[in-house]
């Protein structure tokens, strides 16, 4: 799109405009120029003394001015840029048309009128009703707990950020007519706050100070309230994605549970290898006890499906999952190739494997998916004198059933190459947990994207978990939560907390067909 030639013009005086004021406001720095011969006698002179102080403190609220200047010129810059005018064509702007057409100060103008900022705004259900967070200096009281499940956090990373910057502007918006007064607002004015993001419109703070006119009272106070608008979107990157020629090498780490072993390799007959067909199975297995079957039912699925892509590792040691998956990884001798590590309780469909492709890219990207855990069936159905259901059957996704295991980060895909280039597992951890953790710090702290999402297509089944005592501390209490939160919902234990209640409950309606008094 061509955008005509006043907007440029008007951008291009808007900036001259702002650098002959720059000039005029702050002057040209010709001090050096004279100097104090070094022979000249020096008097003591209050007077002097007097302009000098007064000159130093002009020169303080000269250099902030020239600092909001410079603000001031850097967005109009930036706005230039994005617009599409680097200074060498003084005709046309080349945009998109989504581009050409944005009136971004009428733009904001409008979300700041969408938002609750000036006014309320009516809304169908409490379900629309976005919940502030309150935070102080060095508090956030949230409401949603995150990965952390914490109710209360110090302010980190991006949260601290943007707290300190909307701080900033707050007191440089109270402090900007107050320039003269030596009595300005600080941080230490500052009470309390809260925030909320509105996913379409942007981040409502409103911020609470004591009142500078009034600092004895105790209940006069100052607000301001920010708005940090969204920007109208834009298109970051097109790219065309192939995945028909895309191997996963699925790498599972075994140990006995022969049965459980049956059922997977059940699933992994029904979804890899009559519908996906581009899937490489490693299996590694610690021990010898009950190997034989194991090299039983691969070579049955071998014979049957004409399924090749098969291999067996076997290591004569104690079972380590971390081990297990770096050895499968180092057994691949075909170049590189996009790996899957998994376990044999898990359940995945045709949809996660795609999702296994397209979320990676060597060098650039892995991709952890939040599996969905199943909780316990017999405590799901038995409190709603409910049949169990097939394990098929229960693969549904609600708060009954399970939860979104958001602390696990076992489930992985990424390339084999970006695998040992980041050095891969700990072989020396031994029994439950901890070696995903690690790993996934490894990319966390790298330049690698790592794109941790909801995926609806993979299952954690539930299963009779052991925690050894003899376990390092960290790793003996991250196994009993998640053997605690694996159980059931928090509802639900509850109910089995207070079954004597519901019984009784039970058995008057068996009685009466009625509700108790």
């Known amino acids: 799109m061509r955008v005509s030639m006043p907007r440029v013009l008007l951008l291009l005086f808007a900036l001259s405009v702002m650098t002959m004021m720059f ?30 102080t007064l000159l130093q403190n002009q020169q303080i609220q000269h250099n902030n001015e020239v600092q909001a200047l410079k603000k001031q010129l850097a967005t109009m810059q930036a706005t230039l840029e994005f617009l599409g005018y680097d200074g060498n064509d003084d005709r046309v702007i080349n945009t998109t048309p989504r581009q050409s057409r944005v009136d971004f100060e009428s733009y904001f103008q409008k979300q700041l009128e969408a938002s609750e900022v000036m006014h309320g705004v009516t809304l169908k259900t409490e379900y629309e009703s976005v919940t502030f967070n309150s935070f102080t200096l060095n508090r956030i009281f949230l409401i949603d ?31 900007a007519r107050r320039r003269a007064s030596k009595n300005l607002y600080t941080a230490d004015h500052f009470i309390e706050g809260m925030y909320r993001t509105e996913p379409s419109i942007g981040t409502h703070y409103e911020l609470y100070f004591r009142d500078i006119e009034h600092p004895s009272s ?34 599972l780490p075994l140990s006995g549970r022969i049965e459980t072993f049956r059922k997977f390799v059940d699933r992994f007959i029904r979804v890899c290898i009559e519908r996906d067909r581009r899937v490489y199975l ?11 079957e194991v090299k039983s039912l691969l070579g049955v699925v071998s014979r049957k499906y004409h399924f090749k892509n098969i291999k067996l590792v076997t290591l004569n ?27 044999v309780d898990v359940v995945f469909s045709l949809e996660f494997l795609e999702r296994c492709r397209v979320n990676t890219k060597p060098g650039k990207r892995v991709y952890y998916p939040v599996v969905f855990s199943l909780y316990n069936p017999k ?65 966390v702290r790298s330049t690698y994207m790592v794109v941790r999402s909801t995926d609806p297509g993979i299952f ?40 004597d209640e519901v019984d009784l409950h039970r058995s008057y309606k068996k009685k009466t067909n009625t509700y108790p008094p």
């Open 23 to 52: 000039v005029a406001r702050c002057g040209i720095n010709i001090d050096g120029h004279f100097h104090q011969q070094d022979g000249a006698p020096k008097v003591h002179n209050p007077q002097k003394e007097y302009y000098a």
């Open 317 to 343: 040691e104690k079972f380590s999952r971390g081990r297990g998956l770096q050895i499968g990884a180092k057994s691949w001798d075909k170049g590189d190739v996009l790996m899957f590590l998994c376990d």
């Open 218 to 251: 105790t209940t006069s106070y100052t607000k301001v309230v920010l708005m940090r608008p969204f920007g109208p979107l834009i298109t970051a990157l097109r790219d065309q994605i192939k995945t028909d020629k895309t191997i996963i090498n699925l790498i």
């Open 379 to 443: 405590v799901v159905y038995s409190l709603h004198d409910a049949p169990i259901p097939s394990s098929k059957d229960q693969l549904i996704i609600s708060k009954d059933t399970g939860f979104w295991r958001d602390f696990g980060y076992g489930m992985t895909c990424q390339y084999r190459s970006d695998f040992l280039s980041i050095r891969g597992f700990d072989e020396d951890i031994e029994g439950w947990g901890m070696e995903d953790v690690l790993l996934y710090r490894k990319y």
């Open 145 to 175: 707990p995150g990965l952390g499940k914490r109710v209360v956090e110090k302010p980190i990373g991006y949260k601290k950020k943007d707290l300190t910057e909307v701080l900033s502007h707050a007191l440089d918006s109270l402090n």
């Open 460 to 499: 954690h089944l539930w299963h009779e978990k052991l925690c050894d005592p003899k376990l390092p501390l960290d790793q003996y209490r991250s196994c009993i939560r998640s053997k605690a939160l694996n159980e059931a919902s928090h509802a639900q234990l509850g109910l089995l907390a207070f079954k």
């Open 282 to 292: 490693t299996i590694v297995y610690f021990g010898k006890h009950r190997l034989p």
